[in-house]
């Protein structure tokens, strides 16, 4: 995809990681704005359009994770890539259950972290288009929202990806490392562990019991009238 002024925000405290990644964005072709502080980097996130958003959980004044918290809790959906200390698997899912769409431990190579940004911002954008209903559930696919007996859902793009996903699936089980490859790039060795996160936040915000557990197998969604 093209780079037509994608703008991105960078959140880190630290001023030569902060440089370095900036840097590199821009180089990529990205409108960066820094932030060195969670205040200044929540005024930006919830004032200022934004198509990504590279945040660090360690910052001084207010963590990442209020930071990400406070956006979501005020519908800022931009697409959120959190930055964890190395093997604090704590931050990572305290990172996701706020509405992280994705993470890259500490130490990286900036080169991963472009690429989870370009994959973030592709699905952000999405290309299909058609509307997928299921009982009280209906899904735009084109304007990427959900809705559950008529009330609108605040998804993430990973909760919407995994929602949706399950639903052109429907009436069939769909494995952990299926969804993995769906949901991250291939190139990724990506955790299946998180999955579950996802699986366990989606079925809290749809508040209706519709994505079933196949014990060893996966998770499926069935269409209204199958298996009565
Ligand atoms: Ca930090």
């Known amino acids: 995809m093209g780079h037509e002024t994608m703008r991105i925000l960078v959140v880190e405290d630290d001023k030569d990681l902060n440089r370095q990644l900036s840097e590199a964005l821009e180089e990529a072709g990205y409108v960066v704005d820094r932030a060195f502080d969670g205040d200044e980097g929540h ?4 004032t200022e ?12 004044q207010k963590d990442g994770i209020s930071v990400l918290e406070e956006w979501r809790s005020a519908d800022r959906v931009m697409p959120v890539l959190i930055l ?23 130490p990286f190579h900036v080169e991963e972290v472009l690429a989870r940004v370009r994959a973030l911002i592709r699905r952000a954008a999405g290309h299909a288009s058609s509307e997928i209903s299921c009982g009280p559930l209906r899904l735009d696919t084109r304007g990427a929202k959900a809705t559950v007996n008529g009330v ?13 996903y ?13 969804l993995v490859e ?3 790039d ?30 060893g197998l996966g998770y499926r969604i069935q269409a209204p009238g199958d298996g009565s």
């Open 49 to 60: 359009p934004y198509d990504a958003v590279i945040l660090d959980i360690g910052l001084p």
């Open 182 to 184: 769906h949901m991250y």
């Open 186 to 215: 291939q190139d990724f060795d990506r955790d299946s562990n998180t999955i579950e996160v996802f699986v366990g936040r989606l079925r809290r915000k749809l508040g209706v019991d519709m994505i079933e557990t196949i014990r």
């Open 84 to 106: 964890t200390a190395r093997d604090r698997w704590s931050d990572k899912v305290a990172g996701i259950d706020a509405g992280a769409d994705d993470y890259v431990a500490k």
């Open 152 to 164: 609108a859902l605040k998804l993430t793009s990973h909760e919407f990806r995994l929602l949706s």
């Open 43 to 46: 005024f930006l996130g919830d």
């Open 166 to 178: 399950l639903l052109h699936h429907m009436d069939k089980v769909v494995s952990r490392t299926e």
